[in-house]
Every structure is written in structure tokens, then in C-alpha cells.
């Protein structure tokens, strides 16, 4: 069985250009959340997919946005990065939606720096 | 709201000592509670979870915590520390039904084993 797997490792960009961040869930999983972690805090709910459908989302802005493929890998996309955008990006999969219940995979994350 | 407070940023023990990392949680509802561990550069592994079973939950590598209403608290202990046990370990809550919403991380204690 595969683990979440996320692409690139490391990422390096400059203020206001764009980045897309990938993530492949662990296989059977239909649901994919993606974290935001800072150097030195606990990861932030970004949003979640659900059957490619958005269902849930945290406090942030538009200029992050997300797809979920049919075959349930995931892309996060950050428009006009600014320099607080740089942390390490974290995707999560589940079976199902109940995140309480149903237990969260993480990836080993990807490390966006932001100059 | 949901929110995680986790007591140390920092907590330093001696191997064979006992580990006590503390959590409380504040939750409107019943809550769902998680203890994750990180290694460095590593994404999240989950070493247990609560969700309204036993208030006593045991976890993987000697792990435990214990669920106490009362004092809205998830303390993380294991009776004997080991050199592997450092790691930065966050407290996480999510309330039941609230799937969509994602989980919500403390800011991680930092445990160093002294040798």
C-alpha cells in the first residue's frame, strides 16, 4: 500500500508569482485536506475535497485554491504569493469526510520558501 | 470555536523518565482529540486518538493519554523515555460531525531526551 506521497520536495519562488503544489492519496481514499505549517506552529486548515468538490475550508483567502482528480490526487494553488506564504505544505487523505473518525494520512510535505 | 493549547514549547527529560506533554482543548461539543508526532522533516504520523470510547487511550511506541472532561484536558505520557521519542508532538482537535472543518493543532511541544 502506497503512502501520501507530495511533489516537489522543495520549492523556491519570488513575491507575487504562482505556485502549484501536488499530492498523491494514499490509495482507496476519496478525501484530501491540505495544511499550512509555519516554522515553529502547528499546521492550519486550509481546505478539503471531497469527490473533487471543495466541502470545507479554513481562514484563507481566495488566492489559495485546490483540484481533486478523479483520481483522487490533489493540487493546491497560491496566486500572488506573498512573503508570509512561505511554510511547509502539508496534504493529508482519509476515507471519507468525518475527520474525527476517520484517521488523516499526512505527506512528508512540501517546503515553499518565498523571496 | 475549537482551539488546542499546549502547555511548553519546550519540554526536556532524561531518558528512562517519565514523558508528560500536556494539552487542553476548548470545544463547544463533544470533541474528537489526536496526539500527532513529527520527525524533522517528516510529515505527521498520529500516535492516538479519542473519540468518545474509553477515556483511557493507549497508543503506538508505549504512548497513552487520558481524556478528562473535567479539566478539558488530553495530557500525553509514556512511563519511560527513549533517545527516538524526540520529536515535536502536536495536540489536535476536531469535533464530532465537523469533518469539513479540518483538524485544529496546537503549536507543538518540542521534547529533547538527555542522555
Known amino acids: 500500500e502506497t503512502g501520501v506521497t507530495q511533489s516537489p520536495t522543495h520549492l523556491i519562488k519570488t513575491r507575487g508569482q504562482q505556485v502549484t503544489l501536488r499530492c498523491s492519496s494514499q490509495s482507496g481514499h476519496n478525501t484530501v485536506s491540505w495544511y499550512q505549517q509555519a516554522l515553529g506552529q502547528g499546521p492550519q486548515f486550509i481546505f478539503q475535497?471531497?469527490?473533487?468538490?471543495?466541502?470545507g475550508r479554513g481562514n484563507f483567502p481566495p488566492r489559495f485554491s485546490g483540484l481533486q482528480f478523479p483520481n483522487y490526487s490533489s493540487e493546491l494553488n497560491v496566486n500572488a504569493l506573498e512573503l508570509d506564504d512561505s511554510a511547509l505544505y502539508l496534504c493529508?487523505?482519509?476515507?471519507?469526510?468525518?475527520?474525527?473518525?476517520?484517521?488523516?494520512?499526512f505527506g512528508p510535505g512540501t517546503r515553499l520558501t518565498v523571496l | 470555536a475549537q482551539s488546542v493549547t499546549q502547555l511548553g514549547s519546550h519540554v526536556s527529560v532524561s531518558e528512562g523518565a517519565l514523558v508528560l506533554l500536556r494539552c487542553n482543548y476548548s470545544?463547544?461539543?463533544?470533541?474528537?482529540l489526536f496526539w500527532y508526532v513529527q520527525y524533522p522533516n517528516q510529515g505527521l504520523q498520529l500516535l492516538l486518538k479519542?473519540?468518545?470510547?474509553?477515556?483511557l487511550v493507549k497508543g503506538i511506541n508505549g504512548f497513552e493519554a487520558e481524556f478528562k472532561k473535567s479539566e478539558t484536558s488530553f495530557h500525553l505520557t509514556k512511563p519511560s523515555a527513549h533517545m527516538s521519542d524526540a520529536a515535536e508532538y502536536f495536540c489536535?482537535?476536531?469535533?464530532?460531525?465537523?469533518?469539513?472543518?479540518?483538524?485544529?493543532f496546537g503549536k507543538g511541544t518540542h521534547l529533547i531526551i538527555q542522555p
Open positions: 489536535a482537535v476536531i469535533y464530532s460531525g465537523g469533518g469539513a472543518d479540518g483538524l485544529t
Open positions: 470545544s463547544s461539543v463533544p470533541p474528537y
Open positions: 475535497y471531497y469527490r473533487e468538490e471543495e466541502n
Open positions: 493529508a487523505s482519509s476515507l471519507g469526510t468525518s475527520g474525527g473518525y476517520n484517521e488523516q494520512f
Open positions: 479519542y473519540t468518545s470510547a474509553a477515556t
